[in-house]
């Protein structure tokens, strides 16, 4: 009896390049240059990028608050549980949205907190890896443990001198604006192409 394979669905396939219109390519250089901007300024003036990191968080608590109560209103398909919660944190996110935007000390307190929780369980993180990963190499489980101490260390540091924290949060954020800036530029001046990616035959039409 000869035995049938079964049909494998098609690959999706790439098509022809796309250029950026021009507009597109506009815009992606003046957002550059802002991110550029906005990034060297942090790193000249650190209290200006402290107050920067600050307006951004609150702004992010806003904006989630609001998708939140949204998404509670709106979603009557889901649990009524389900959408309590979605009103309660959202209701939650946009007054601490407010409050951070009118005291911005408790803002960057709150955003070395957070540092502070996210270098220590990242640093019990490696270690695990360090203790449960019998079947790593002993370099790599050495390197994993030296990274959990690093972690630990810095997470107490940024515990017991938040300056210093404020100061590492600063840095890093004006690193990632720098880094996001220098791709739009380029992508605007070098005008990039996109290559659309075409959907399968079997999948279903949308739109």
Known sequence: MTKMNPVSAPAPTASAPVI?????RV????????????SAAALID???GAGLLVFLFAFALLW?????????IDRKDRPRWHRVLDGVFGGLSIVFGFVVVGLPGLGLITLVILLYIALFFLGITWFGYATQGSAEPK????????????CIVMAFVALVFPGTAILTLVLLFAVVLLLVGLGDLVSGVTGRQYRMVT???WLPKTG
């Open 46 to 48: 650190p209290v200006l």
């Open 199 to 201: 959907p399968p035959s």
């Open 139 to 150: 370099w790599y489980r050495g390197l994993a443990a030296c990274l959990g101490v690093l």
């Open 64 to 72: 989630l608050g609001l998708w939140r109560l949204t998404r509670g």
């Open 27 to 38: 815009l992606e250089v003046i957002s550059g240059i802002l991110a550029i901007a906005i």
């Open 20 to 24: 950026q219109p021009t507009w597109h």
